[in-house]
């Protein structure tokens, strides 16, 4: 059976157990969290988030990207979310390789080189800091209360990051 097959006979305990129409549709602690989409990192478990608690963002490195603005300022203006928790984790990926590397291999695989960018970074607590000032730049993010977070995936403990 593949991975993918386990899941959909996962959802039927899920199924099970669902209680319909109990969510309300803005988030119930009218949060938004910009994550790692790192498998080892749980934002809602790390968070002691629930369902129906906070919209979780997630890409590689939690970056500020396009989208990912476009999904927290949907969050806010639309839903009513008033604070973002960034976290980045520990030993992430992100800070294994530059983009330009990354682009010349796969252009060297693909005869195409990718147009937008990847956002490696050197150091997570550097780049939770970045990412705040993305965010807080971004002219149509309404709420810039903001806090950011180191996840350790060694030990799951959150270290908070200063931002200002």
């Known amino acids: 059976m593949s991975a993918t097959e386990d899941l959909i006979a996962n959802n039927a305990g899920y199924v099970a157990t669902f209680s319909k129409g109990s969510l309300p549709l803005p988030p119930a602690k ?27 963002i ?24 008033e604070e973002i928790v960034l976290v980045h984790h520990t030993d992430c990926g992100m800070e294994t ?10 252009l060297a695989e693909t005869g195409l080189r990718p147009s937008f960018a990847l956002e490696a970074f050197p150091d997570a607590v550097a780049d ?9 730049a971004n002219p149509f993010v309404v709420h810039k ?20």
């Open 30 to 56: 009218k949060m938004a969290v910009l994550a790692c989409m790192d498998a080892r990192l749980d934002p809602a478990k790390a968070l002691g988030l629930q369902e129906g608690d906070a919209h979780v």
């Open 58 to 81: 997630r890409n590689a490195g939690g970056v500020a990207s396009d989208d990912a603005l476009r999904s927290i300022i949907i969050s806010q203006r639309l839903l009513g979310t």
């Open 145 to 164: 209360n903001i806090r950011g977070f180191v996840y350790e995936v060694e030990t799951g403990k959150l270290r908070e990051v200063p931002l200002d």
């Open 97 to 106: 390789f530059h983009d330009d590397q990354v682009k010349d291999k796969i």
């Open 128 to 136: 939770v800091k970045q990412t705040a000032a993305r965010i807080k």
